[in-house]
Every structure is written in structure tokens, then in C-alpha cells.
Nanobody, 121 residues
Framework: QVQLEESGGGLVQAGGSLRLSCAASGTHISINTMAWYRQAPGKQRELVASMTRGSSTNYADSVKGRFTISRDNAKNTVYLQMNSLKPEDTAVYYC???????????????WGQGTQVTVSS
């Protein structure tokens, strides 16, 4: 089993910055792709950014140039640095990781509990 603990959400003014963290823990686990999603009220959950274990990244067009995803493989932790925040970035942000027990064959998706990000205008 993989447990996820998110932190770093909050209230910020437009143009400000926040940094989200998500730490994966468990005994003898292996983590593959780590990602951040968000869900605004009345909208579907959407991918914000993802990073493979080999550090390949993918970003939603709406956050390119403003958000940066990074990870520390030794700590099984993924970060999302969010700069130049806009009111439309307001949402609950969830981390998702592909994880498994080291001897298992396939990865499973694990979701964090979500952290609220509110950007005021």
C-alpha cells in the first residue's frame, strides 16, 4: 500500500506563488509517474502536470510557463511550484502517483486527499 500526504495549499492573491508537496510512503514501494490534478467547483478533474521517474514532464497548456513540477526520488516526493497565480487556478489540487510493492508486476494509481488552493483577485 502507498500512502500520500499533501501539503502547501492556501489562500493567495493573484500574481502570488504557492508550493505544493506530496510525499508517498509505504514499505518496500516503487513509485513511477507522479502527477498533480485539480478540480474546480462544477468542473471535471483535470491534469495539471506530470513527471515520470526519468524526469519527463507534461503540463496543461493553461499552466505552462507558470507552474513547475519536480520530484525527489529519494524521498518519493513530488512538488508543484505555482507562480503568477490567477483566480482561475482556484481549485482543489490532488496528487496522483503510480505505485506498487517492489515485487509486484503492475503499478496502481493512488490519490492524495486534496488540498485547497484559492486565488483572490
Amino acid at each position: 500500500q502507498v500512502q500520500l500526504e499533501e501539503s502547501g495549499g492556501g489562500l493567495v492573491q493573484a500574481g502570488g506563488s504557492l508550493r505544493l508537496s506530496c510525499a508517498a510512503s509505504g514499505t518496500h514501494i516503487s513509485i513511477n509517474t507522479m502527477a498533480w490534478y485539480r478540480q474546480a467547483p462544477g468542473k471535471q478533474r483535470e491534469l495539471v502536470a506530470s513527471m515520470t521517474r526519468g524526469s519527463s514532464t507534461n503540463y496543461a497548456d493553461s499552466v505552462k510557463g507558470r507552474f513547475t513540477i519536480s520530484r525527489d526520488n529519494a524521498k518519493n516526493t513530488v512538488y508543484l511550484q505555482m507562480n503568477s497565480l490567477k483566480p482561475e487556478d482556484t481549485a482543489v489540487y490532488y496528487c496522483k502517483v503510480q505505485g506498487k510493492y517492489y515485487s509486484d508486476i503492475g503499478y496502481e494509481d493512488y490519490w492524495g486527499q486534496g488540498t485547497q488552493v484559492t486565488v483572490s483577485s
